[in-house]
């Protein structure tokens, strides 16, 4: 329809399209020294992976859709917040809360929301740590808030929800009922696999101190 058409040209116009790509780039420099500090602190490597995406048109439309959401008179789309996604994947669970409250820390963005469905999985399985940000993007007489989402996860909860994502996530219901039902079970097993290999870097960590 006429709303949707015009959001295509909004969110596809070079204008935004550079707003997004700024925000992304921000986001991913401002991990990369995250975990090139806690590398520092530790003395071990971090973080696994960092990686970032725009969304794309067909999966705004899909999500406005799905939750009903409202586009306002600039096209941007009320309750949507991860237009902009950038992930950290950290090979120990424990250090996704130490990338967190370093992101915590920053000066230049601010925190909207965050998800912690680390203490608490969502009913897929799902886990991970998500905040919602806005990030300032300054022009010469004036500043653009833009919001994006960043994920953070171990590497085997990201493995998890890759596999997730390509076999059920946005399957419809019923369609693969027995197959999610079975995912969400290797959820804990990956949880119990992340506490094993904390169990076994601590007991590095100690033999290393004495020795
Ligand atoms: P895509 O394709 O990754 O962009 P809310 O904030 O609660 O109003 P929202 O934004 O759906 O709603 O938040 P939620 O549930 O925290 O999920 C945001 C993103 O987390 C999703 O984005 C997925 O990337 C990921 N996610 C959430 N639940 C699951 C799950 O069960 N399995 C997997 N594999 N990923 C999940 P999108 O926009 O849905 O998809």
Request: charged share 35%; net charge positive; glycine share 4%.
């Given at each position: ?12 116009s ?19 020294l ?157 949880a ?11 007991r ?6 004495k020795?």
């Amino acid at each position: 329809n006429k709303k949707l058409k015009q959001m295509r040209e909004c969110h596809e116009s070079a204008h935004m399209m550079s707003r997004y790509q700024y925000v992304m780039d921000s986001l991913l420099c401002k991990l990369r020294l995250i975990d090139a500090d806690l590398k520092k602190d530790l003395k071990r490597p971090v973080v696994q992976k960092i990686t970032g995406r725009i969304k794309t048109v067909e999966s705004i439309r899909k999500k406005i859709e799905k939750k009903g959401l409202e586009l306002n008179g600039n096209c941007v789309v009320n309750g949507l917040n991860d237009i902009v996604g950038v992930r950290a994947i950290c090979f120990f669970r424990d250090d996704i809360y130490r990338v967190a409250d370093a992101v915590r820390g920053q000066k230049d963005i601010k925190i909207l929301k965050e998800k912690d469905y680390v203490a608490k999985p969502k009913r897929s399985g799902y886990q991970s740590i998500h905040l919602i940000v806005e990030v300032p993007v300054a022009y010469y007489e004036t500043v653009e808030y833009v919001r994006a989402e960043i994920q953070i996860r171990s590497f085997a909860m990201d493995y998890w929800a890759e596999l997730d994502y390509q076999m059920c996530y946005k399957k419809n219901a019923g369609e693969v009922e027995a197959i999610r039902k079975e995912i969400c079970g290797y959820s804990d097993v990956m949880a119990q696999m992340d506490s094993k290999m904390i169990e076994l870097r601590k007991r590095i960590e100690q033999e290393t101190m004495k020795g």
